[in-house]
């Protein structure tokens, strides 16, 4: 069964830093681009991060460039996000996702074919 779990969310103050994890199971994902989306009360779910197969490209939304950080070790497969300089704005439910097409084109909400269940950040003023 093919399935990706994340963890490291919880409560941090605003200024702050929390690291997600996504850990991917019954397949690898060598060849898969990673990311991250994320939903906050009341809206939709927007794209956060990407990053393809070998960790040459990255992709962000604007307004998270400069404090989140994407990576990933394919020998673990795991995928990261390292979010610094954190905001009240951040706090959402943050999903892993996985799929072959390149993160170029994941912010246009094409459908992707492997999601995690999500985990909780919230961010305090």
């Known amino acids: 069964q093919v399935q990706l779990v994340e963890s490291g969310g919880g409560l941090a103050q605003a200024g702050g830093s929390l690291r997600l994890s996504c850990a991917a199971s019954?397949?690898?994902?060598?060849?898969?681009?990673m990311g991250w989306f994320r939903q906050a009360p009341g809206k939709e779910r927007e794209f956060v991060a990407a990053i393809n197969w070998s960790g040459d490209f990255t992709y962000y939304v604007d307004s998270v460039k400069g404090r989140f950080t994407i990576s990933r070790d394919t020998a673990k497969n795991t995928v990261y996000l390292q979010m610094n300089s954190l905001k009240p704005e951040d706090t959402a439910v943050y999903y892993c996702?996985?799929?072959?097409?390149?993160?170029?084109?994941?912010?246009?909400?094409?459908?992707?074919?492997?999601w995690g269940q999500g985990t909780l950040v919230t961010v305090s003023s």
């Open positions: 996702a996985a799929d072959p097409k390149s993160g170029s084109i994941w912010h246009l909400r094409v459908a992707l074919e492997v």
């Open positions: 019954g397949r690898t994902f060598s060849t898969y681009t």
